[in-house]
């Protein structure tokens, strides 16, 4: 069974932006909900313990003294209408510790003392009910033993009170996180129309237009963004026009050697005997031969283009080991031009970080270079040094480079205005390429004795 991967939808910044509002203004909400909760309660607690601290002075008015004993006298009648009440329970205490209970509810539970004519107010339950206690300590005979007066009432007028507050609050906070959202949306899409234009504009686009992005009117976040932005059309748009002069001028020296692919081929058919077309065919050989070597100069340099670089693994290469390698490879080639062909290296490894294969078309590149620039009957040689850094260089003894033309070389396709060879001017425009990816140099100077050329590849050190 195959199963397809479901891809989570991006979520837009003006989304992501009025979320995150949205949520600080709900925790906000929250948070002013539980302070007016408090507040509602606090106004509440307020209102109703005034009634009940006076409903307490009121009834310790009715103690008074008799023979020596604390007596409280309120009638009943007095008494029923102390403690009616359509939505609360009304209870009361009077007692001392000398006397005990004096009168009310002996389940009232008593409070922790106090001075004389002082005032407490606290929380307990009575009857299985929570209620709110107000006592007041009073000495009508005796200050050794103080009269305890309390009332207590149960909390539902309390709890209607803070409720209706709260009732009353909400509607305007609702109204207020409405309002603030809204607002706050407004103020989104307004920071936002700078980046949303950005983004109309360069949508607009088609894939031709490179152009740098206007930076004009742009707050300085954004215009952090837009110069990237340039940056990157602008290396694009430089890319770009390296591959179509890449392309142009690939297609313009391959058609140099197909045509002459082409005209042997015809040569060959139209031979009117076997040596004429023995000729033909040695001349076709060498312009496929020539036709092949370049498309593999350019298959090696699309391989040294940015886009390839990542693939590229740099290991432990031996460049004494190397250098011989390659160097027999082309012992052939040296001897049909009667050169002398030699090799200088250590006897032990030269470890470089680089890749093997690259670095064995630098040598081929640099070699077939000093091959057909340089005097039949001369010199090449290879050389490994090491040092201070490690070098791997190519010299000859042929006609050298001028000095004004020793950084032209290493352009694409350009060969020297005297040079008499038939190559591609390719091949030192791969190895710059291939040194610059291994983090080497590649120099040119005269041979030895001043004669000819020497090519230097100079490896970085190591740290």
């Given at each position: 069974?195959?199963?397809?991967?479901?891809?989570?939808?991006?979520?837009?910044?003006?989304?992501?932006?009025?979320?995150?509002?949205?949520?600080?203004?709900?925790?906000?909400?929250?948070?002013?909900?539980?302070?007016?909760?408090?507040?509602?309660?606090?106004?509440?607690?307020?209102?109703?313990?005034?009634?009940?601290?006076?409903?307490?002075?009121?009834?310790?008015?009715?103690?008074?003294?008799?023979?020596?004993?604390?007596?409280?006298?309120?009638?009943?009648?007095?008494?029923?209408?102390?403690?009616?009440?359509?939505?609360?329970?009304?209870?009361?205490?009077?007692?001392?510790?000398?006397?005990?209970?004096?009168?009310?509810?002996?389940?009232?539970?008593?409070?922790?003392?106090?001075?004389?004519?002082?005032?407490?107010?606290?929380?307990?339950?009575?009857?299985?009910?929570?209620?709110?206690?107000?006592?007041?300590?009073?000495?009508?005979?005796?200050?050794?033993?103080?009269?305890?007066?309390?009332?207590?009432?149960?909390?539902?007028?309390?709890?209607?009170?803070?409720?209706?507050?709260?009732?009353?609050?909400?509607?305007?906070?609702?109204?207020?996180?409405?309002?603030?959202?809204?607002?706050?949306?407004?103020?989104?899409?307004?920071?936002?129309?700078?980046?949303?234009?950005?983004?109309?504009?360069?949508?607009?686009?088609?894939?031709?237009?490179?152009?740098?992005?206007?930076?004009?009117?742009?707050?300085?976040?954004?215009?952090?963004?837009?110069?990237?932005?340039?940056e990157l059309l602008e290396r694009l748009s430089n890319a770009m026009r390296a591959q179509k002069r890449f392309v142009a001028d690939a297609a313009h020296q391959l058609r140099?050697?197909?045509?002459?692919?082409?005209?042997?081929?015809?040569?060959?058919?139209?031979?009117?005997?076997?040596?004429?077309?023995?000729?033909?065919?040695?001349?076709?050989?060498?312009?496929?031969?020539?036709?092949?070597?370049?498309?593999?100069?350019?298959?090696?340099?699309?391989?040294?283009?940015?886009?390839?670089?990542?693939?590229?693994?740099l290991k432990p290469v031996d460049l004494t080991s190397l250098t011989r390698q390659v160097?027999?490879?082309?012992?052939?080639?040296?001897?049909?031009?009667?050169?002398?062909?030699?090799?200088?290296?250590?006897?032990?490894?030269?470890?470089?970080?680089?890749?093997?294969?690259?670095?064995?078309?630098?040598?081929?590149?640099?070699?077939?270079?000093?091959?057909?620039?340089?005097?039949?009957?001369?010199?090449?040689?290879?050389?490994?040094?090491?040092?201070?850094?490690?070098?791997?260089?190519?010299?000859?003894?042929?006609?050298?480079?001028?000095?004004?033309?020793?950084?032209?070389?290493?352009?694409?396709?350009?060969?020297?205005?005297?040079?008499?060879?038939?190559?591609?001017?390719?091949?030192?425009?791969?190895?710059?390429?291939?040194?610059?990816?291994?983090?080497?140099?590649?120099?040119?100077?005269?041979?030895?004795?001043?004669?000819?050329?020497?090519?230097?590849?100079?490896?970085?050190?190591?740290?």
């Amino acid at each position: 069974m195959i199963r397809i991967a479901k891809t989570q939808a991006p979520v837009s910044l003006r989304s992501g932006l009025l979320l995150r509002l949205g949520i600080v203004l709900v925790l906000l909400l929250a948070l002013d909900a539980v302070a007016s909760y408090f507040t509602a309660l606090h106004f509440a607690n307020l209102v109703y313990d005034r009634w009940l601290i006076d409903s307490d002075r009121s009834l310790a008015q009715a103690v008074r003294a008799e023979h020596g004993l604390v007596q409280f006298d309120l009638p009943r009648i007095a008494l029923e209408i102390f403690q009616f009440d359509e939505v609360d329970e009304i209870y009361f205490k009077v007692s001392s510790k000398a006397q005990g209970l004096i009168g009310g509810d002996a389940q009232l539970p008593d409070v922790a003392p106090m001075q004389v004519g002082g005032l407490r107010l606290g929380f307990a339950s009575l009857h299985g009910k929570r209620v709110r206690v107000v006592s007041t300590l009073i000495a009508p005979l005796r200050p050794q033993d103080p009269v305890l007066v309390s009332v207590a009432e149960t909390l539902f007028k309390r709890s209607t009170l803070t409720r209706e507050i709260l009732i009353g609050m909400a509607a305007p906070q609702i109204a207020l996180l409405g309002i603030a959202l809204l607002l706050g949306r407004i103020g989104v899409n307004h920071g936002l129309k700078p980046l949303t234009d950005l983004a109309a504009q360069i949508e607009a686009r088609d894939q031709n237009n490179l152009s740098p992005v206007p930076q004009s009117g742009l707050p300085g976040e954004t215009r952090v963004l837009v110069a990237r932005i340039n940056e990157l059309l602008e290396r694009l748009s430089n890319a770009m026009r390296a591959q179509k002069r890449f392309v142009a001028d690939a297609a313009h020296q391959l058609r140099t050697p197909l045509a002459a692919v082409l005209l042997h081929a015809e040569r060959a058919e139209r031979a009117p005997d076997t040596s004429s077309e023995r000729e033909a065919l040695g001349a076709l050989h060498r312009s496929v031969e020539r036709a092949a070597r370049l498309s593999a100069q350019l298959l090696t340099l699309a391989r040294t283009d940015p886009e390839a670089v990542s693939a590229i693994e740099l290991k432990p290469v031996d460049l004494t080991s190397l250098t011989r390698q390659v160097g027999e490879e082309w012992v052939r080639r040296a001897l049909e031009r009667d050169i002398d062909f030699g090799l200088v290296v250590p006897d032990h490894p030269v470890l470089v970080q680089g890749d093997e294969r690259l670095l064995s078309e630098v040598l081929s590149n640099l070699i077939d270079n000093a091959l057909r620039y340089g005097n039949a009957g001369g010199h090449v040689t290879l050389m490994v040094e090491i040092g201070a850094q490690t070098r791997l260089s190519v010299q000859d003894d042929g006609p050298g480079i001028p000095a004004e033309e020793r950084t032209k070389i290493f352009e694409r396709f350009y060969r020297l205005p005297n040079g008499n060879s038939d190559g591609s001017g390719l091949g030192l425009s791969i190895v710059e390429e291939i040194a610059r990816l291994h983090r080497a140099t590649v120099e040119v100077t005269s041979g030895a004795n001043d004669r000819g050329s020497r090519f230097i590849v100079t490896f970085a050190t190591e740290r």
